[in-house]
């Protein structure tokens, strides 16, 4: 008999591509975090020599310094080798988020480097974490409309997990109006869903 786990990435996969194998959609990636774990970049840099989509959000020197602790972007494909591993391995610690884009994954990573800094208000320069889905689950509510769009660009769907992992929360929006909602991995439960609309606040201007 199935274990917890087992059923929970069965409901995933059919919450993804809606359990269809034979015409599986390959544009899902996944922002992947290798400060989250040291055992990620050796596995990336794996399935980089087998043919697999890997790319690095950051360039020049901070990739050189940074490497082995920087964000990447991976595209799963239309085979389950790649979520499957992301799924035992990192799913429930925080290791990164997944999203659906049609465009070239070039063209997607260029798009998020733009968004991997933020400045303070006092004007200073820092990173953005925005692919730790402890920090996309509260930065995505306090974008106001523009923001919002801005932030999206080129991308369909965000799904981070919930902060226990029974969940899968997705984001989309409409106009820059965000909604949320939660799937529950576990059989029988249909999560929920909300709409947010643009915030009165917003985070400092890239």
């Not at 964000?71 to 610690?93: K, R």
């Not at 994954?105 to 889905?133: C, E, I, M, W």
């Not at 969940?167 to 939660?182: P, Y």
Request: glycine share 10%.
């Amino acid at each position: 008999m199935p274990d917890a786990r087992s059923q929970a990435r069965d409901a995933a996969v059919c919450h993804f591509w809606r359990d269809d194998p034979v015409d599986r959609d390959p544009y899902l990636f996944a922002l992947l975090d290798c400060a989250r774990d040291p055992a990620i970049y050796p596995q990336l840099r794996r399935l980089a020599g087998q043919g697999a989509e890997v790319l690095p959000i950051y360039q020049g020197q901070a990739l050189t310094e940074l490497a082995s602790v920087a964000p990447y972007l991976v595209g799963f494909g239309a085979q389950l080798d790649i979520f499957d591993w992301f799924w035992s391995e990192g799913w429930g610690a925080s290791w990164g988020i997944l999203l659906w884009s049609p465009v070239t994954p070039k063209t997607l990573r260029n798009h998020f480097r733009k968004h991997t800094k933020v400045r303070s208000d006092d004007g200073q320069a820092l990173l953005s974490r925005f692919y730790d889905p402890r920090v996309l689950r509260m930065l995505l509510p306090v974008l106001d409309a523009r923001q919002v769009v801005e932030f999206w660009g080129l991308v369909t769907r965000f799904h981070a997990e919930s902060e226990d992992g029974a969940e899968i929360i997705d984001f989309n929006h409409a106009g820059g109006v965000l909604k949320r909602t939660g799937i529950s991995l576990a059989g029988g439960d249909q999560g929920s869903s909300s709409s947010v609309g643009p915030a009165a606040g917003s985070i400092a201007s890239r």
